[in-house]
């Protein structure tokens, strides 16, 4: 039997790394863009897309923030686009899905529970910075609680639900696989279901070989064959991690949202050369990877024409 390719995801920029921590992150939106555009090139199927101000780099939500990435994107690849709807920790479920109502993209993410999501050690490996924001924002997550209640879920799953989107479900530790189960349960979600499991974040479950195969299992008894899953590596667990699900039939996630370095101590000099590094350590396993149009039939997406940018 032929082995299943390999969906690369590519995580532009995100809401965690902050503009004093490298040079290379995206900020602006015309850097988020060519970034985008060129890990799609590189060969990254699927373009995980969080936008920001364009005053001070901080986190957005905001559809105007989106419009001219997504058209430009659209306009010079055939990846697919997917929004997220965790925009940042402080952020409300409320102001999270409105660029994915907005726009109706073929994917979006979703948070699949409550957490302790804190990033607030990097506060102290910088001594100076860019902008005032960044660090009341990088400490303070040691106090907040990243919101994805219930009602949460619902609420963004019942809005979105005549958009035909393909959630991408988020599941931070294995709780949050019996919480999808629930809202397929009660209905909210029907198989078959896109799983990303993250590890390495401070408040979710870490960045071991054995809580992947844990986390693997654990799916494959709740969801049985009917569900497809991702790995997202946090920081150092990146390349090691989606190394290991490539060969254990999973997809994977890359992208300066999930790490900033290339390798120990080396900055990536962008989210293209995440997306080359492992396309080559897929590849030279015997792998191959997913186009757009094989993403897309992979996951039952219902394809670029149907969004609304």
Request: glycine letters at 8%; proline letters at 3%.
């Amino acid at each position: 039997m032929a082995k299943q390719k390999t969906i690369i995801t590519c995580a532009v920029t995100g809401a965690i790394h902050t503009p004093t921590m490298s040079d290379n992150l995206p900020i602006t939106h015309n850097e988020i863009a060519e970034q985008a555009i060129a890990a799609a090139e590189a060969g990254a199927s699927i373009l995980h897309l969080h936008t920001r101000d364009q005053v001070d780099g901080r986190p957005s939500v905001a559809p105007n923030d989106y419009s001219g990435i997504l058209s430009r994107v659209k306009q010079s690849t055939n990846a697919v686009l997917n929004i997220t709807t965790g925009g940042a920790p402080t952020m409300r479920i409320e102001e999270r899905i409105q660029a994915a109502l907005h726009f109706s993209p073929e994917m979006c993410s979703l948070n699949m529970g409550s957490m302790n999501f804190a990033f607030h050690a990097l506060a102290d490996r910088y001594d100076t910075w860019k902008y005032d924001w960044e660090r009341e924002y990088i400490a303070g997550s040691e106090a907040n609680i990243f919101r994805n209640t219930f009602a949460d879920i619902k609420q963004a799953a019942t809005a979105l639900a005549g958009h035909d989107i393909k959630f991408e479900h988020e599941c931070y530790d294995v709780g949050h696989l019996y919480n999808l189960k629930h809202c397929m349960e009660i209905g909210l979600f029907k198989a078959p279901v896109f799983l990303q499991f993250v590890f390495g974040v401070l408040g979710g479950i870490g960045a071991e070989v054995e809580n992947l195969i844990f986390m693997k299992r654990t799916a494959d008894r709740l969801f049985g064959t009917d569900y497809r899953w991702s790995v997202l590596g946090a920081g150092a667990a990146q390349m090691p991690l989606a190394t290991t699900a490539s060969q254990m039939g999973g997809n994977v996630r890359v992208g300066l949202e999930d790490s900033l370095f290339i390798s120990r101590g080396q900055l990536a000099t962008s989210n293209a050369q995440q997306v080359t590094k492992i396309r080559r350590i897929i590849e030279d396993l015997g792998c191959e990877v997913a186009t757009p149009d094989e993403a897309r039939d992979m996951l039952d997406l219902k394809g670029g024409d149907k969004v609304a940018f």
